[in-house]
């Protein structure tokens, strides 16, 4: 570590510039994984709050839950096996504030639950979301389809779907609203038991049935594998242009008994610096970023994602290093004193 700490204070600029190329990819590969998670939340928080359960819809549904009825004998079917099971329906729509403007929300209504808010029958319960886009308490929404007003009775947190606040309503008003006597999903916790003519998804695999969540997360998280392995490669490449240039003094180095695992260590040693220092760096300014961006961004970057992404480029950065460094094991000591720069 010393020696390698002295060689990067002997080419100051030869290894900023390095640095400043890592702390950029890494800093870019933070606010692009931010912004993923914060799309996957903004999309489908309603269901990934849904944790550690098993969704059934119709099978005849084709993986579309707006094309999926549960029928009372199915229902019943699946209370009887799981007393505990929840069935819930959404559907996209839209409402007219006070001010008489046009704000989309997904409706959705459920049994009673402990995952869903109990609403009483002509009241509703939005997304803190809208609270900030001045909806209170007491407010009464309409729509131009409807005969009745249903008035705002509070607000919860985090429960989106398809990037639209939830709006949660009792079922018989969703029944009156939306022209349907059955539920679409049923949502069980624990042993998942399999239905005839019903399809089971996980929570994983339930996101993916949703328009748009599975492309919108692939393009984001390939860029992000992109940037992982740019920075393996940029690692691979400068590391490989420095022990061409280092091979005279590699060679005097072996010629003085030094092994080859100490000269390997020494290379680690100054990926690892290069690499902590930029990823602090980045850790810092996106976690800023997320403090003070604004709150309509869609932007959510966990310690445990941070923590994830540090380790993968501290292991790419090793692996990129090793690789570049395979020529350090095969020099001869004459030969790369004749042949390198002395």
């Known amino acids: 570590m010393k020696m390698a700490w002295k060689e990067m204070k002997k080419n100051k600029l030869r290894y900023t510039i390095l640095s400043s190329i890592v702390f950029l990819i890494s800093l870019l ?20 709050n849904l944790s550690g359960g098993t969704f059934y819809m119709e099978e005849e549904a084709d993986e579309t ?32 504030d006070t001010a008489d403007k046009q704000r989309s929300v997904a409706y959705v209504a459920a049994t009673d639950s402990t995952y869903f808010p109990e609403v009483n029958a002509g009241d509703v319960i939005l997304d803190a979301s ?18 009745q007003t249903l008035t705002v009775a509070g607000f ?22 939306f022209h349907t006597d059955s539920m679409q999903l049923a949502f069980i916790t ?27 997360q692939m393009s984001l998280n390939m860029i992000v594998i992109f940037l992982l392995v740019i920075s393996g490669m940029l690692f691979a490449i400068f590391f490989y242009m420095i022990n061409v240039q280092k091979l005279g003094i590699y060679g005097i180095l072996k010629a003085l008994g030094v092994k080859t695992g100490k000269l390997f260590q020494m290379m680690w040693a100054q990926m690892l610096i290069i690499s902590v220092i930029s990823l602090i760096l980045s850790i810092v ?15 959510h970057l966990t310690w445990q994602a941070t923590g994830l992404l540090s380790l993968v480029f501290i292991i790419i950065g090793f692996i990129g290093a090793t690789l570049s460094g395979i020529q350090i094991k095969r020099v001869e000591p004459m030969q790369a004193i004749q042949q390198g720069e002395m």
Not at 67 to 93: A, C, K, N, V
Not at 130 to 147: F, P, S, Y
Not at 285 to 299: D, E, H, N, R, Y
């Open 130 to 147: 809208l609270e900030e886009e001045g909806i209170v308490v007491g407010d009464e929404i309409t729509n131009e389809q409807w005969e």
């Open 29 to 48: 590969t933070f606010i692009i994984s931010g912004l993923a998670n914060g799309l996957s939340q903004d999309n489908a928080s309603l269901i990934k």
């Open 190 to 216: 624990g042993d998942a038991p399999a239905f005839e003519n019903l399809q089971a998804f996980s929570n994983s695999e339930f996101l993916n049935t949703i328009p748009s969540y599975s492309a919108e």
């Open 65 to 96: 839950y707006s094309f999926s009825s549960l029928s009372e004998e199915q229902q019943q079917e699946i209370t009887e096996e799981q007393p505990e099971t929840t069935f819930f329906s959404i559907q996209m729509g839209n409402f007219i």
């Open 156 to 177: 919860v947190e985090h429960e989106k779907y398809s990037h639209s606040p939830a709006a949660f309503i009792n079922p018989d008003d969703f029944q009156t609203f």
């Open 285 to 299: 300014i996106s976690q800023t970023f997320q403090v003070l961006a604004p709150s309509g961004m869609p932007f």
